[in-house]
């Protein structure tokens, strides 16, 4: 089953950073969307941030907006979110997956791999 990968969460501080990464090692990630997407214990997942295929369309949830920002390297086969300012509300596994287009609806959304688990705590 085809499947992308999720990388670099982590325990951090509020206030700190951290950058996550999602690639694929067994397709090719520049012929999709990649949305990165959140789920917090007990809640659902919802879509945080969404990547055009060619990269040149970007979209924030609000609460992310000035805080994240996403990107990717068709060459590496990688997407990012470089996550900012981080709150205690950014806890939460992350999940990036694969569509034609971006939207924030997580059924049209394929690939799911399982997720990296990001801690904002002091």
């Known amino acids: 089953q085809l499947q992308v990968e999720e990388s670099g969460g982590g325990l951090v501080q509020p206030g700190g950073s951290l950058r996550l990464s999602c690639t694929a090692s067994e397709f090719t990630l520049k012929h999709y969307a990649i949305g990165w997407f959140r789920q917090a214990p007990g809640k659902e997942r919802e879509g945080i941030s969404c990547?055009?295929?060619?990269?040149?369309?970007?979209d924030y949830t609000d609460s992310v907006k000035g805080r994240f920002s996403i990107s990717r390297d068709n060459t590496k086969n990688t997407v990012y979110l470089q996550m900012s300012s981080l709150k205690p509300e950014d806890t939460g596994r992350y999940y990036c997956g694969a569509d034609l287009r971006c939207s924030w609806d997580t059924s049209e959304f394929g690939y799911w791999g399982q997720g990296t688990q990001v801690t904002v705590s002091s």
């Open positions: 990547i055009s295929s060619s990269g040149g369309s970007t």
